[in-house]
């Protein structure tokens, strides 16, 4: 729990977990909309499921591709 603890207060990134396949389907998503393909994403869950660390990670490792997550 201290570990977790100190991630929150520093700042750094919490780890993935259990989220590979949907973090692939945002990558796939974001690699046809740079190849001109409309997309959109819907995501939804429980408070505290992890929604904002999944998209967070998912900014993170878009392979420094110009563009906007809005």
Same mark, same amino acid.
């Given at each position: 729990?201290? $570990? ?6 520093? =700042? ?7 989220? =590979?396949?949907?973090? !692939?389907?945002? /990558? $796939?998503?974001? /690699? @046809?909309?740079?190849?001109? @393909?409309? /997309?959109?994403?819907?995501?939804? =869950?429980?408070?505290?499921? =992890? ?5 967070? %990670?998912? !900014? $993170? %490792? @878009?392979?420094? !591709? ?5």
């Amino acid at each position: 729990m201290r $570990a977790y603890t100190a991630a929150l207060t520093s =700042g750094a990134r919490l780890p993935l977990v259990g989220r =590979g396949e949907a973090l !692939a389907s945002l /990558q $796939a998503g974001w /690699q @046809r909309a740079l190849a001109g @393909r409309r /997309q959109l994403v819907w995501l939804t =869950g429980g408070a505290g499921i =992890g929604k904002t660390t999944l998209i967070e %990670h998912a !900014a $993170a %490792h @878009r392979g420094g !591709a110009a563009g906007s997550v809005n």
